[in-house]
C-alpha cells in the first residue's frame, strides 16, 4: 500500500527554521518526483520544491529559494524540506507528494500520490 506521512509541522516566529519530513512506503521514492506542495487559505496549491533523487536534481520555487533545502534519503525512503529565515506567508499547509514521470516534475496533474499534510504557521 502506497503511504506519504509528513511530520515536522509548528508554529514558529519568523526568521525561525522548522524542517519537514515525508516517510513513502509502497513503492521506491528514489525513481519519482517527490515534490513539496503549500496551500494558504483562500490560495492556489503552489509547489515548494521538488526532487528527482535518481538523477540528483533539486528546484525550488522561487518564493522560497535560497532558504529552504529539498533533500532525500535513500536509506530511509523519505524526503525532507528544511526551512529556514521563515517568513509569514510561509505559513501554510505543507503536501507531500510522489509522481511517477520524472520529466514532469513542475505538473501537478501528474503526481499520484498526496500525504495528508503538517501545517506550518509563522508568526510576525
Known amino acids: 500500500q502506497v503511504q506519504l506521512v509528513e511530520s515536522g509541522g509548528g508554529s514558529v516566529q519568523a526568521g525561525g527554521s522548522l524542517r519537514l519530513s515525508c516517510a513513502a512506503s509502497g513503492f521506491r521514492s528514489s525513481g519519482h518526483c517527490m515534490g513539496w506542495f503549500r496551500q494558504a487559505p483562500g490560495k492556489e496549491r503552489e509547489e515548494v520544491a521538488y526532487?528527482?533523487?535518481?538523477?540528483?536534481?533539486?528546484s525550488y520555487a522561487d518564493s522560497v529559494y535560497g532558504r529552504f533545502t529539498i533533500s532525500h534519503d535513500n536509506a530511509k525512503n523519505s524526503v525532507y524540506l528544511q526551512m529556514n529565515s521563515l517568513k509569514p506567508e510561509d505559513t501554510a499547509m505543507y503536501y507531500c507528494a510522489a509522481g511517477p514521470r520524472i520529466d514532469r516534475c513542475t505538473d501537478v496533474s501528474k503526481y499520484t500520490y498526496w500525504g495528508q499534510g503538517t501545517q506550518v504557521t509563522v508568526s510576525s
Open positions: 526532487i528527482v533523487p535518481v538523477r540528483s536534481t533539486t
